[in-house]
């Protein structure tokens, strides 16, 4: 589904593939396709405390502030999703998440120094299949909330 979305919005990416390891994470990845950490994104599914999701980008060598993003959001409190529920909300199985494509319609953020790097890394629907692309395409067809919620 996510390539679809891409190949719908017009965007120009490239797809990258690399042997999935369970919670291998985006260290994993990155040192599989020898690029920096910083450049691969995560998609996190997280939950507000009325249970509503949304989806989070985050560079891979940062954490998402909770605080931060609850109160950027103008929520009580959001928490990560356990990997059952984020993989229900999503329609991806987690490892494999993508932002494009996602299963229900939820607000999604975006780290806003993500928009400073000239190629970004994403999943692209799959365990162990990144597309590489600009950040500015990304940003043009998720239209999410640039956030500040970095931490390292």
Same mark, same amino acid.
């Given at each position: 589904?996510? @390539?679809?979305?891409?190949?719908?919005?017009?965007?120009?990416?490239?797809? $990258?593939?690399?042997?999935?390891?369970?919670?291998?994470?985006?260290?994993?990845?990155?040192?599989?396709?020898? @690029?920096?950490? $910083?450049?691969? @994104?995560?998609?996190? !599914?997280?939950?507000?405390?009325?249970?509503? #999701?949304?989806? !989070?980008?985050? $560079?891979?060598?940062?954490?998402?502030?909770?605080?931060?993003?609850?109160?950027?959001?103008?929520?009580?409190?959001?928490? #990560?999703?356990?990997?059952?529920?984020?993989?229900? $909300?999503?329609?991806?199985?987690?490892?494999?998440?993508?932002?494009?494509?996602?299963?229900?319609?939820?607000?999604?953020?975006?780290?806003?120094?993500?928009?400073?790097?000239?190629?970004?890394? !994403?999943?692209?629907?799959?365990?162990?299949?990144?597309?590489?692309?600009?950040?500015?395409?990304?940003?043009?067809?998720?239209?999410?909330?640039?956030?500040?919620?970095?931490?390292?």
């Amino acid at each position: 589904m996510a @390539i679809r979305v891409l190949r719908a919005g017009g965007v120009a990416f490239v797809p $990258h593939l690399y042997r999935w390891q369970p919670h291998g994470g985006t260290r994993a990845s990155s040192a599989a396709l020898g @690029i920096p950490e $910083h450049a691969v @994104i995560k998609t996190l !599914i997280f939950e507000t405390e009325q249970a509503l #999701p949304l989806c !989070i980008l985050m $560079h891979g060598d940062r954490e998402v502030s909770v605080k931060q993003l609850a109160r950027a959001i103008g929520t009580k409190t959001v928490s #990560p999703c356990t990997p059952d529920v984020a993989d229900r $909300h999503s329609g991806y199985q987690v490892g494999g998440t993508s932002p494009f494509g996602l299963r229900r319609t939820m607000p999604i953020y975006l780290q806003a120094t993500i928009l400073e790097l000239p190629r970004i890394y !994403i999943n692209g629907g799959a365990r162990g299949f990144l597309v590489e692309l600009d950040p500015r395409d990304a940003q043009r067809v998720l239209a999410p909330v640039v956030v500040d919620v970095a931490v390292a």
